[in-house]
């Protein structure tokens, strides 16, 4: 499977970054087995998206003086006073402000469909969403893993694109290699 690198300059806490870094890494090495890792790579590819998620708001809640492109610094104190832990509160505030809007009218659902299947990390539960089966080898599928890592391009590459901390910090970005099918 090839790959992309994307400089992530969204990026606020860098011991976030450096380990969305490691987790890329082991992304890209459990890619490399082909469809052996299906779930593994989805679970990755739905952390990796959620921790870039989390950055902006991260930086919504501590960089008040910086602000956050895009973001208007009415929403971005009201986001600062939040407690925003989950992946699902995550998407939750991301769409109340709007922040991914110009992402495509779909990111907040497929996103949502993401979580429902990273939360399959638990075997005895059975992923929320319809038509996918109670049999792991059926619902971790290479379009489904495909799908995923898509999905995680599609976030990283938004937020570098609207959400860049200032270009006097760009040597501060991260680049981060991930499997691009």
């Known amino acids: 499977m090839k790959t992309q690198t994307i400089s992530c300059r969204f990026i606020g806490d860098f011991k976030v970054g450096d380990n969305m870094v490691y987790n890329a890494g082991l992304l890209c090495k459990l890619a490399e087995s082909g469809s052996t890792f299906n779930k593994l790579m989805l679970l990755q590819a739905g952390a990796i998206a959620e921790a870039a998620l989390w950055e ?18 009415e929403d971005r104190a009201e986001i600062e006073g939040k407690k925003v832990e989950r992946f699902k509160a995550i998407i939750d505030v991301m769409k109340k402000y709007k922040i991914l809007d110009k992402a495509g009218a779909d990111i907040y659902d497929e996103l949502d469909k993401l979580r429902e299947y990273r939360n399959k990390v638990h075997i005895q539960l059975d992923v929320k969403l319809e038509g ?26 938004f937020l570098t694109e609207n959400f860049a901390r200032p270009a006097d910090l760009a040597q501060f970005a991260h680049s981060i290699t991930v499997p691009s099918p």
């Open 56 to 73: 902006i708001i991260y930086r919504a809640q501590n960089f008040n003086r910086e602000g956050v492109p895009n973001i208007s610094e």
């Open 132 to 157: 996918v089966p109670r049999d792991e080898d059926k619902a971790f599928t290479d379009p489904v893993r495909d799908w995923a890592l898509r999905l995680n391009v599609r976030v990283l590459k």
